[in-house]
């Protein structure tokens, strides 16, 4: 079955540690988003990316990195820098045209808890 | 700048009640508008869409949403609720434009369901 796998499910960091959230997609979708969702505050934009080797900052990119050197992957890489990394994060896809505008296809999502 | 308004953090409705969530944007141009659904802990699910025609659409689980641009709103309507609908209900506009799917989401409104 075709899907999103995010990995870990829960991870624990230390302050000051840099931790990367993976992100694989087999749907042979074009864009992948990071999203960091808060308490009351919705999903909010990290980061983006509608092609390998190119990506665009979100809303709140400060204090994160991304790479797109796959299709298939967009791993997301929270550093020492963002001051409170404590949140639920989530990976999406989506395959622009095709009357599939605007649908995003999310994976279940990491939680990263800071010691 | 777009924006989504979900007035109402939580709600609490009984099974077998209707069901009505509502839904506010603000956006320049025609807007493409999305439902998605989280269960706890999980990613998101698409529900419905709209991005022009019909203003009443329909989606997933028995779920439609009416788009009334006079109002600028989408509510989210079912007209008997099951207990497996409890999740957390997110609306979200975008510009829909080909290779640019930027969402912006709102808060997000808790359904608790009561036997």
């Known amino acids: 079955d075709g899907g999103i796998t995010q990995s870990p499910k829960y991870l624990f960091r230390k302050e000051g540690q840099n931790v990367t959230l993976s992100c694989e997609q087999n749907?042979?979708?074009?864009?992948m988003y990071w999203y960091r969702q808060d308490p009351g505050q919705g999903l909010r934009l990290i980061y983006y990316?509608?092609?390998?080797?190119?990506?665009q900052k979100g809303d709140i990119a400060e204090g994160y990195s991304v790479s797109r050197e796959k299709k298939e992957s967009f791993p997301l890489t929270v550093t020492s820098a963002q001051k409170n990394p404590t949140a639920f994060y989530l990976c999406?896809?989506?395959?622009?045209?095709?009357?599939?505008?605007?649908?995003?296809?999310f994976g279940e999502g990491s939680r990263l808890t800071v010691l | 700048a777009q924006s989504v308004t979900q007035p109402d953090i939580h709600i609490t409705v009984s099974e077998g009640a209707s069901l009505e969530l509502r839904c506010n944007y603000s956006?320049?141009?025609?807007?493409?508008l999305f439902w998605y659904v989280q269960s706890p802990g999980q990613g998101l699910q698409l529900l419905l869409k709209?991005?022009?025609?019909?203003?009443l659409v329909q989606g997933i689980k028995g779920f439609e949403a009416e788009f009334k641009r006079s109002q600028s709103s989408f509510n989210l309507r079912k007209p008997s609720v099951h207990w497996s609908d409890a999740a957390e209900y997110f609306c979200?506009?975008?510009?829909?434009?080909?290779?640019?799917?930027?969402?912006?989401f709102g808060t997000g409104t808790r359904l608790t369901i009561i036997p």
């Open positions: 999406a896809s989506s395959s622009p045209g095709q009357g599939r505008t605007g649908e995003l296809f």
């Open positions: 749907l042979n979708h074009d864009a």
């Open positions: 990316s509608q092609i390998v080797n190119d990506f």
């Open positions: 956006y320049g141009a025609t807007p493409y």
């Open positions: 709209y991005f022009s025609g019909d203003t």
């Open positions: 979200a506009v975008g510009p829909g434009t080909w290779g640019n799917e930027k969402l912006t």
